[in-house]
C-alpha cells in the first residue's frame, strides 16, 4: 500500500478491495462464508493489518482528522504487540494507576526499543508529562 490515499479511496473495501489483506495475505474477496465453513479461514485472515490500519489513517490524514489519523498510526504500530503487554500499558495509563512518571517512561522507552512503537512511545511520555503536571503521578 504505497499509493497515496484520499477521501475517495473511503471505504477501501468497496473501492480497492484487492488492498484488503489478512494477517495471513489472505484477500477480502477469499474471506467467504463457503470458506469459513471449509476451514480456510482462520482468526489470522481477520486480524486488522498495520497496512490497513495506516491507509485508513492517510484517509483520515486527506479528510483533515489528523487526531484520527494519529490513533490509526499508533494502531499500527500495535498490531504486533502482544495483548497482555498492551492490556498492562492501558492499566498504566488509567489515572493513578502508574506509580510514578519513570514507570511510563521507562513503558515508551521499552516500546520504542522492542516493538519500534515510535508513536506509542510518543504518546506515553506525552501521558507521563500530563500526568505529572496535573499531580496524577509522582516523579
Known amino acids: 500500500m504505497t499509493d497515496r490515499l484520499?477521501?475517495?479511496?473511503?471505504p477501501l473495501a468497496e473501492t480497492a478491495p484487492q488492498r484488503i489483506r489478512g494477517a495471513r495475505g489472505k484477500p477480502l474477496d477469499e474471506l467467504t462464508l463457503d470458506a469459513v465453513a471449509q476451514g480456510d479461514v482462520t482468526i489470522e485472515d481477520l486480524r486488522i493489518t498495520a497496512d490497513a490500519l495506516r491507509a485508513q489513517?492517510?484517509?483520515?490524514?486527506?479528510?483533515?482528522?489528523?487526531?484520527l489519523a494519529q490513533n490509526f498510526?499508533?494502531?499500527?504500530?500495535?498490531?504486533?504487540?502482544?495483548?497482555d503487554l498492551i492490556m498492562a500499558t492501558y492499566e498504566m495509563l488509567?489515572?493513578?494507576?502508574?506509580?510514578?512518571?519513570?514507570?511510563?517512561?521507562?513503558?515508551?522507552?521499552?516500546?520504542?526499543?522492542?516493538?519500534?512503537?515510535?508513536?506509542?512511545?510518543?504518546?506515553?511520555?506525552?501521558?507521563?508529562?500530563?500526568?505529572?503536571?496535573r499531580g496524577l503521578v509522582t516523579e
Open 6 to 10: 484520499t477521501v475517495a479511496d473511503f
Open 57 to 67: 489513517g492517510q484517509i483520515a490524514r486527506a479528510a483533515g482528522r489528523t487526531t
Open 73 to 83: 498510526d499508533r494502531g499500527a504500530e500495535l498490531v504486533a504487540v502482544p495483548q
Open 94 to 133: 488509567r489515572p493513578g494507576r502508574a506509580p510514578n512518571r519513570q514507570a511510563l517512561l521507562d513503558q515508551a522507552a521499552m516500546f520504542r526499543r522492542d516493538h519500534g512503537a515510535e508513536e506509542i512511545a510518543r504518546f506515553l511520555e506525552t501521558a507521563a508529562d500530563h500526568y505529572h503536571r
